[in-house]
């Protein structure tokens, strides 16, 4: 399941990016390192709904998270992106 996501994570198609980093949210505290990680690359996405999912991922694994992803989770409640910093 966990390498499935992350290919999704890859997919050209924004919205099945967006499904895939949702999905890894739900996984809390679930999901392994290499998850996380395309979490915060999803977090530069050229999509910002994409970037706006990535980041609700983030805060749904919460303090479960690795050091990498709490530090992204610090910095994103001053990210440009207003529909980032709600998410």
């Known amino acids: 399941l ?3 996501l992350l290919a999704l994570t890859a997919d050209k ?3 099945v990016r967006k499904v ?3 999905a890894i949210g739900q996984m809390n505290p679930h999901a392994n390192e290499a ?3 395309r979490l915060l690359a999803l977090m530069a996405d050229e999509v910002s ?3 706006a999912a990535a980041a609700y991922a983030i805060g749904q694994i ?3 998270a690795n050091d990498a992803l709490q530090a992204r989770l610090l ?3 001053a990210h440009e992106d207003s ?3 709600t998410a």
């Open 62 to 64: 919460g303090p479960q």
């Open 2 to 4: 966990q390498a499935g």
């Open 75 to 77: 910095a994103l409640t």
């Open 35 to 37: 998850l996380q990680a």
């Open 49 to 51: 709904w994409v970037r």
């Open 20 to 22: 895939a980093a949702y």
């Open 13 to 15: 198609d924004p919205s």
């Open 83 to 85: 529909s980032v910093r």
